[in-house]
């Protein structure tokens, strides 16, 4: 041990120098301990609690910027200890954010102690990190922070389950930035995304609505209204249909009110949407199948100059493996009236056998009713162009 401990010189050179010297000597022996300990290889143990005593007896005496030097130093090192990391925290100021971004490792005593901070700039660069331990992530979904939930969101390390998946579905609904993370991750039930459908960008709102694909949901309020409606699907078809192809959309939106029950900006949005995901949702839970409600998706979302079969092929397997109840749960959580974290109990978790959910999208896209659309916006191509 006395051969190891003699191998690394300038634990007893310092120890030696410390008592002679004034502040320029406490900035040299500092930045230069520093440098020392976080060139060197993994310390034993006996050595880091020597330097443990050296840098808290020097970091004090040392000018400001030696103590930022030193600390920016120090913080390369892959072998703190909680209080050297405490040391590195406390010095290095401006690039602190910058330490714990970066930092090889970070022990939990540190990430405990940030996370029950009130700094939430701080606390979201811990939350984005893929070591975060299980005690300062219960912290970080304690506080109150958009900007904590962003990192959180974005962290691909972090399970989205129980608690933690309900928190971050809540905070989709109040925070954009939350709910494109969240869109983004294929290990996140995109089903509840359905409060922030229309924060998405077109293919996340697609994938909202494939969330719901070959799925149960539990009983939607919206029903009751739909029924009534129901006996009368071919002529709302043919309203919207017409509607679409005139480009009255005013008109469409005042409809889309009136049997929806959402209020008018949204059947405005629903009605401007040329994607037609928001629109889809409307016809698939008022009973639509692909046959009527690709003729109205044609005219609603048919642009020029731009191929839309592949958008359509998709439309009409969503129509086949998408069902009505489905679509009126999801109606209804725009109308705010359903739990969607209903969605996480087990009798509704959604279908995941990759391999016969390819064999219904094969058997979609041979379904007549794609050729028939596929042709039918070729026309309308055909008749803008002339």
């Given at each position: 041990?006395h051969?190891?401990?003699?191998g690394f010189?300038?634990?007893?050179t310092?120890q030696?120098?410390i008592?002679s010297g004034?502040?320029?000597?406490?900035?040299?022996l500092l930045?230069?301990?520093?440098?020392?300990?976080?060139?060197?290889g993994?310390?034993?143990?006996?050595?880091?609690e020597?330097?443990?005593?050296l840098?808290?007896?020097?970091?004090p005496?040392?000018?400001?910027s030696?103590?930022m030097?030193?600390?920016?130093t120090?913080g390369?090192?892959?072998?703190l200890?909680?209080?050297?990391?405490?040391?590195?925290i406390?010095?290095i100021?401006?690039?602190?954010?910058?330490?714990?971004?970066e930092a090889?490792?970070l022990?939990?005593?540190?990430?405990?102690?940030?996370?029950?901070t009130a700094d939430?700039?701080?606390?979201?660069?811990?939350?984005?990190r893929?070591d975060?331990?299980?005690?300062?992530?219960?912290?970080?979904?304690?506080?109150n922070?958009?900007r904590?939930?962003?990192?959180?969101?974005?962290?691909?390390?972090?399970r989205?389950?129980?608690?933690?998946?309900?928190a971050?579905?809540?905070?989709?609904?109040?925070?954009?930035?939350v709910a494109?993370s969240?869109?983004?991750?294929s290990d996140?039930?995109?089903?509840?995304l359905?409060?922030?459908?229309?924060d998405?960008?077109?293919?996340?709102?697609l994938?909202v609505?494939?969330a719901f694909?070959?799925?149960?949901?539990?009983d939607a309020p919206?029903k009751?209204?739909?029924?009534?409606?129901?006996?009368?699907?071919d002529?709302?078809?043919?309203?919207?249909m017409?509607l679409?192809?005139?480009?009255?959309?005013?008109?469409?939106?005042?409809?889309?009110?009136q049997i929806?029950?959402l209020d008018?900006i949204?059947?405005?949005?629903?009605a401007h949407?040329v994607?037609?995901?928001?629109?889809?949702?409307v016809?698939?839970?008022?009973?639509?199948t692909g046959h009527?409600?690709?003729?109205?998706?044609?005219?609603?979302t048919?642009?020029?100059d731009?191929d839309r079969?592949e958008?359509?092929k998709?439309?009409?397997?969503?129509?086949?493996?998408v069902?009505?109840?489905?679509?009126?749960f999801l109606?209804?959580?725009?109308?705010?009236?359903?739990?969607?974290l209903?969605?996480a109990k087990?009798?509704y978790?959604?279908?995941?056998?990759a391999g016969?959910r390819?064999?219904?999208?094969?058997?979609?896209s041979?379904?007549p009713?794609?050729?028939?659309?596929?042709?039918?916006?070729?026309?309308i191509?055909a008749?803008?162009?002339?």
């Open positions: 041990m051969e190891l401990m003699i010189q300038p634990y007893e310092f030696l120098l008592e004034g502040t320029d000597r406490a900035n040299t930045v230069a301990a520093c440098d020392a300990f976080a060139r060197r993994k310390p034993h143990a006996i050595e880091v020597q330097f443990e005593a840098a808290t007896r020097l970091f005496t040392a000018a400001r030696a103590r030097k030193a600390a920016a120090l390369r090192s892959e072998f200890s909680p209080k050297l990391e405490q040391l590195v406390e010095n100021e401006h690039d602190l954010l910058a330490y714990l971004e090889p490792t022990s939990e005593q540190t990430m405990v102690g940030i996370a029950s939430t700039r701080v606390c979201a660069v811990i939350a984005a893929n975060i331990s299980n005690v300062a992530l219960a912290k970080l979904f304690q506080l922070s958009r904590v939930y962003r990192a959180l969101a974005a962290n691909t390390s972090i989205p389950r129980g608690p933690y998946l309900n971050l579905a809540r905070s989709a609904q109040m925070d954009h930035k494109w969240l869109a983004a991750r996140f039930d995109t089903a509840l359905a409060p922030a459908f229309f998405l960008q077109e293919a996340d709102r994938k609505i494939e694909a070959l799925r149960k949901t539990p919206i009751r209204t739909i029924e009534q409606v129901s006996v009368a699907t002529e709302l078809s043919q309203a919207l017409k679409f192809f005139e480009n009255r959309r005013p008109e469409a939106t005042r409809l889309l009110t929806t029950g008018e949204r059947c405005g949005q629903i949407d994607s037609g995901a928001a629109l889809f949702v016809l698939r839970a008022f009973g639509l009527d409600g690709l003729k109205v998706l044609i005219h609603a048919a642009h020029e731009e079969s958008t359509l998709l439309f009409a397997r969503l129509f086949q493996n069902s009505s109840d489905a679509m009126a109606l209804s959580a725009w109308r705010g009236e359903v739990n969607l209903d969605l087990p009798k978790r959604p279908f995941t056998q016969s390819a064999k219904m999208e094969n058997a979609a041979k379904d009713d794609v050729a028939h659309a596929v042709q039918a916006l070729e026309r191509g008749r803008r162009a002339g």
